[in-house]
């Protein structure tokens, strides 16, 4: 899969998780927008579990990809791109890392940095 084409599907994924308001949380389900027009908690005040919704941090510079792991955490892809080679990726959660030799083409750092976010375990400690 190219990068554009993630970046699609993680596109409608997002419309469909993303309330429009007036929280404009993104949660890990999708809304019922077309029943309601927004999440439980903006529609009739019922508490949203904050487990249940994205604690997105600031997106830095150069974000390529952002991973949710398993813990709830994110593991960021950031660098010039899919013809560049200096890549990397880091784990928001655990604080692992691509080591510098490890920098590299996307194509190589995209699995990696999948694979930490499935194996990770870390719980955001924000
Ligand atoms: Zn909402
Ligand atoms: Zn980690």
Redesign the pocket.
């Known amino acids: 899969m190219t990068l554009a084409k993630e970046a699609a599907l993680d596109k409608a994924m997002a419309a469909r998780q993303t309330c429009p308001g007036p929280c404009g949380r993104r949660y890990f389900h999708c809304l019922p927008l077309k029943t309601l027009g927004s999440c439980l908690e903006c529609f009739d005040g019922t508490p949203a579990d904050p487990a249940s919704a994205f604690t997105e941090p600031v997106r830095p510079k150069g974000l390529l990809i952002r991973f949710v ?1 398993t813990g709830g ?1 994110y ?1 960021d892809v950031t660098g010039h791109g899919e013809h560049a080679e200096n890549n990397r990726w880091n ?1 928001l ?4 890392s691509s080591a510098r030799p490890e920098q590299g083409y996307l194509f190589r750092i995209r699995p990696d940095a999948n694979n ?1 976010a499935t194996a ?1 375990r ?1 719980i955001p400690l924000t």
Do not use: L, M, Q, R
């Open positions: 792991t955490s593991v784990c959660g655990c604080g692992d930490h990770c870390a």
